[in-house]
Structures are given as C-alpha cells and as structure tokens.
C-alpha cells in the first residue's frame, strides 16, 4: 500500500443481512471500494467477499495532517443461517453498499397447500 495507515489497523465491511418470503438479503458497505476491486463467492453456505480499498494516488504530493480511514485489502467472511440457490444469486454495487440477494433453497420456502374437498 502506498498511502498512509494506521499502523496494525486492518478494516472489514460492515454487514446487515436479513430475510424476505422468498431471499436471504446482505447488504455490505464498501465506501470508497471499487467493484472492480471485490470479489463475492459462495461454498455451500459460506458467501466470501473479498476485495481492496485502494488509496487514492493523486493526493502522493500532499501531506497529511490527520488520517482515520483504512486503506488495503479485506475478506470478509460469512456463515449463512440457511441453505441457497448457488447458481441465482445476484450481487449490484450502487453508493458504496453491495447487496447481495440469495434465492432460498425451494424446500425452505413455505408452500401452501391446497386442501381437497370431497
């Protein structure tokens, strides 16, 4: 890393997940993160983010004062409460939060069903 850190400081994402009728819903912050920078993969039900918040090299002739943010690369690491649908799950990147949207898995989902009349 070029820029400066904070000596032994590493940063992880903050996550939030939560459930809906039909998804299991994480939404990660990333401020300041590229998507090109961040990886997300999911083994049976352990979901991976893993990327860098890169420092920003335009500012190498200043000199600073005061710094707070942590800067490099994180892995992230996530114990799903429920089996998912590998294969749909969807990731969107907007305002520095990823949110990633897993499909339960279908025998996890209520089913109504229908009651015969004789």
């Known amino acids: 890393m070029a820029g400066p850190m904070a000596q032994g400081r590493t940063w992880l994402p903050a996550v939030d ?3 809906t009728k039909d998804d299991l819903v ?3 912050e990333l401020p300041g993160a590229n998507e090109k920078d961040v990886a997300v993969s999911i083994t049976g ?3 991976a983010i ?3 918040r890169r420092w920003d090299d335009e500012t190498k002739d200043q000199k600073f004062l005061h710094v707070e ?3 490099g690369q994180f892995e992230r690491l996530i114990q799903l409460p ?3 649908q590998a294969d749909k799950v969807r990731a969107a990147y907007r305002d520095g939060v990823l949110e990633i949207t897993l499909p339960k898995a279908e ?3 209520p ?3 229908k009651i015969d009349t004789q």
Do not use: Q
């Open 69 to 71: 943010r942590v800067f």
């Open 50 to 52: 893993r990327g860098e």
């Open 17 to 19: 997940m939560h459930e």
């Open 26 to 28: 994480l939404k990660v």
């Open 45 to 47: 039900d352990l979901l």
């Open 107 to 109: 025998e996890l989902k």
């Open 82 to 84: 429920m089996a998912g």
């Open 111 to 113: 089913r109504e069903i």
